[in-house]
């Protein structure tokens, strides 16, 4: 899009930082640095991309398990951005189908500094006018239902246990769409709400999954899957479900076996089974595991190991990826992938569940879940769209 055609993201002037983690106290003083974004035919390794350009910026995350101080001056940390596609690439799966917006990048680094007096951010025009079209699925609740009895076939043959199928959804818009995106953040249930944005595209979250989180020498990850109306009835529904509770216990098994690969030996653990947690409209179930940090373990190793999260891929990883490439007509884009904030001693990224995102004339919102041998097709069509169901409806509302 021309800087000077219709409105739309990469004609907009700066907007708040309200990156998902983002220290809060420093939210009001940051200013961006530089950026680092990365697509397939850049070639390279994304993961080891992203850490020599933040090594390039003072942010040395090569050892994770070395204690570090927050620095009040000079560069604060950074936002990462991890798309499925990218996270894919990480760990050698097939790329699948071509992403639906390829205005967004697949991974983007964006460094923060402290700036005393930092340019404040631009608020949309008054009178903006905003208008959002009709949603268009990119295939029909016939085709979600066949891709569920696709992977049931798969597992009665052996081949996976679990995999998670994702639909996508498109609507055209007019006007500023950064205000509605941002509201995504106040959704409740909404642990990583923010938003992060480039030229041409943008990317709003109001996800409550915790993909990676790194602190106090400990790594964490607190896997969702299991999903009920958030009724009295539907989390008695949840907690006695013997199908949620099973596919449940699958992915915190992938997991754990994810940490072990970065962790001390004999330190991962399930700190938390099965709680049963809101988002919007919705319970849904959560696990914590966590274990110590190995020594020697860097932000490149650390995304190749989590990244694509277990909860909506499936297992085991490699087997389910294969399957959501062949199945899937197109691409997760900004859905599924990893959103958040990397620092000296701290890392906490949001898998990128709930999330909705922008180019120059579209929003794009993706929802799916976890197939299992006892999954009904109909049921998984209509969970998909329950999901999605409170970003759509706050868009509408501008």
């Known amino acids: 899009m021309r800087k000077n055609g219709p409105t739309g993201v990469e004609a ?21 640095r530089d950026r680092y974004e990365w697509r397939p035919a850049d070639g390279g390794d994304p993961a080891a991309l992203a850490e020599e350009f933040l090594a390039g910026h003072g942010l040395d995350l090569t050892e994770l ?45 964006v460094v923060y500094g402290h700036e005393p007096f930092p340019t404040p951010p631009a608020g949309p025009a008054r009178g903006a006018r905003w208008w959002l079209g009709d949603w268009r699925e ?47 953040g106040a959704l409740p249930g909404a642990r990583y709400g923010g938003t992060l944005h480039g030229a041409g595209w943008a990317i ?22 299991g999903t009920r109306p958030a009724t009295a009835a539907g989390r008695r529904e949840l907690l006695a479900s013997a199908k949620e509770r099973a596919e449940h216990v699958m992915i915190v098994d992938l997991e754990r076996n994810d940490l072990a690969r970065v962790a001390r030996t004999g330190s991962v653990r399930v700190d938390e089974l099965f709680a049963v947690r809101r988002w919007c409209d919705l319970w849904q179930a959560e696990s914590t595991v966590s274990a110590a940090v190995a020594d020697g373990l860097g932000l490149a190793d650390l995304l190749r190991a989590t990244c694509p999260g277990g909860s909506v891929t499936g297992a085991p990883k490699l087997a389910a990826l294969a399957h959501i490439a062949a199945l899937e007509p197109v691409g997760r884009g900004a859905g599924m992938g990893a959103l958040g904030w990397v620092g000296p001693g701290r890392i906490d990224l949001g898998l990128t569940i709930r999330t909705v995102a922008a180019d120059a004339d579209r929003l794009h919102v993706w929802a799916g879940g976890g197939i299992t041998w006892d999954s009904d097709p109909d049921a998984e069509v209509a969970e998909a769209a329950a999901k999605a169901a409170p970003l759509r409806a706050l868009l509408a509302a501008g």
């Open 65 to 109: 398990a070395r204690p570090a101080t927050h620095r009040p001056t000079g560069v604060c940390g950074a936002a990462l951005y991890v798309s499925a596609a990218a996270g894919a690439q990480m760990v050698g799966a097939p790329p699948g189908a071509a992403t639906p917006a390829p205005a967004l990048p697949e991974l983007a680094v």
């Open 138 to 184: 990119s295939w029909t609740a016939r085709q979600h239902a066949d891709a569920v009895t696709a992977v049931r076939a798969a597992i009665g043959r052996g081949d996976v246990y679990q995999v998670n199928v994702v639909g996508h959804a498109a609507a055209r818009y007019l006007g500023d769409p950064r205000p509605a995106l941002s509201r995504l």
């Open 12 to 32: 907009l002037p700066r907007p708040l930082i309200d990156v998902p983690g983002v220290p809060p106290s420093c939210r009001s003083v940051l200013a961006e």
């Open 204 to 225: 709003g979250c109001a996800s409550p999954e915790t993909l990676v989180e790194v602190t106090g020498g400990r790594v964490i990850t607190r896997p969702i899957k």
